[in-house]
């Protein structure tokens, strides 16, 4: 799934009408650019892959494990025919291999079906995911984003937001995951749309309209 064209151009002029600060910041940052990204095992096997460890030593990694694969297709039945010595060999560690293997399993056997995933409503899909053993709420949040394309999902626990949302609407001190769920009620139905340019704020360092890129 992509994300509407339209739609998104009606969010963001909701959002820039709705919130001033946030509409400083998307004068600064410029249009949104996110594109949903297709092939949804393998965005769950990259999530797996970069847990806890840095972007590079991912990259490394995912770019090892395809060297394995047959034309280097990241699919469950290629991941399958590899031995736990081949995972090992590239990098993956022991608890990763667990998770890989639960997730190969889930996706051969239909426990896990992402075309079905694709139809459900943002909370069943998230449901859906995290029975996967190493997929979290976390993880399957930024799936059905960056994935599936929807427009309305936000991220509570994510650190990334709550340091943005701390420095843009200058609060005393670091929300709870609970404000921040209230905080992005006035964002609905387009709570995605927020989260990608809070999250291009921490990039770009702007704060409002203060810090010009």
């Given at each position: 799934?992509?994300?509407?064209?339209?739609?998104?151009r009606k969010g963001v002029r909701v959002l820039s009408k709705n919130d001033p600060v946030l509409a400083g910041v998307m004068r600064n940052v410029g249009p949104f650019t996110l594109k949903a990204e297709p092939g949804g095992f393998e965005i769950l096997v990259r999530s797996i892959l970069s847990q806890q460890i840095s972007m590079a030593a991912a990259r490394t990694i995912r770019g090892r494990l395809q060297a394995l694969l047959p034309a280097g297709k990241m699919t469950a039945?290629?991941?399958?025919?590899?031995s736990d010595d081949q995972l090992q060999s590239v990098g993956v560690s022991r608890q990763k291999q667990t998770y890989l293997r639960h997730l190969t399993s889930c996706t051969l056997d239909g426990t896990i079906n992402f075309r079905r995933i694709a139809t459900e409503s943002d909370d069943n899909a998230v449901a859906e995911l995290i029975q996967v053993k190493g997929i979290g709420r976390w993880t399957a949040q930024m799936f059905l984003m960056f994935s599936l394309g929807r427009i309305d999902?936000?991220?509570?626990?994510d650190l990334g937001l709550r340091n943005a949302i701390e420095k843009l609407y200058e609060l005393p001190e670091?929300?709870?995951?609970?404000?921040?769920?209230?905080?992005?009620?006035?964002?609905?139905?387009y709570r995605t749309i927020?989260?990608?340019?809070?999250?291009?704020?921490?990039?770009?360092?702007?704060i409002a309209d203060e810090f010009p890129v």
């Open positions: 799934m992509a994300f509407e064209p339209t739609e998104i039945k290629n991941i399958d025919a590899l999902v936000f991220a509570p626990d670091k929300p709870s995951r609970s404000e921040l769920e209230q905080h992005a009620e006035k964002w609905r139905p927020a989260s990608w340019y809070l999250w291009r704020s921490l990039e770009q360092k702007v």
